[in-house]
């Protein structure tokens, strides 16, 4: 262990003056690969954590530049976080929240190429998902203003080539949205925030093989939508609708009925002007 951080550590110096070189990169990452191991085994996971390895990553989070190298570390550390996140668990939620680990994604999700932007985004996620976590972020309105924030610049420059792991980061977003979207309190000061290009055809059709995202999708728009009116203007109609799920089922009818009420109005109102001409 100790090697190890020597050799993560070595790496600091030439990341802040712009000196990553091949050799420098390569050895790091293979260290992190083996942090990954650890972090990711039941029974080395929480040892991992008491002794506060994570944060030895954090530097390479927190990197603003672009360039291959810097990507390469950030990606390998944000696959070490990832894996202590898969399993839901209060300790390690705790431990992110306390060492500003939320920061350090935001930054990933605002830099980072599209893969990088997944596994940050899936982080962000399993951590709301906690309790502590959702609270943590809503206790103050620069919080989650801040996260809906770079959840919305994410979807306005989404990068549609990139097919591979599109649908893996659009899913997590929906997530993201839906879980924040829990609260009540909240949820009618964040529906200026949601960006409805989601709603778009270019990107209901990246995860239209996806059931799940599909699903969280147009729980979103009902959640969002509800007595704002919102739902009237969405251009929802192409969502496929054809599944055997109950409660999207029950969303579809929800979501239609404002524009089903329009529709008999209208149909009244017909016959009545007629009848004064």
Partial sequence: MRLLLLVITSAYRPLVSNRLSERVVRRTCNAIGLFQTLASHPHTKMSFIRASMPEYLYAFLKTRSRERNYERLRFASLVVIGSLVEVDNPEVVDYLLATEMFPCCLCCMEIGTTLSKTVATFIIYRILLNEKGLNYLLSMPERYLV???????????????????????????ICCYLRISENEKIRADLSGYIPWLLVDYKYVNIIRGDPEALCNLRRLI?????????????PVSHLDWSSDDEECNLLRTEIEKPKMAKKEVRKREIPERRGRV
Avoid: A, R
């Avoid at 009902?222 to 969405?234: A, C, H, K, P, V």
């Fill in 147 to 173: 996260v809906t924030h770079c959840l919305e610049n994410m979807v306005e420059i989404l990068d549609v080539e990139d097919e591979e792991y599109l649908p893996h980061l659009l899913k997590n977003i």
């Fill in 222 to 234: 009902w959640l969002f939508g509800s007595g704002t009116g919102i739902q009237e203007n969405l």
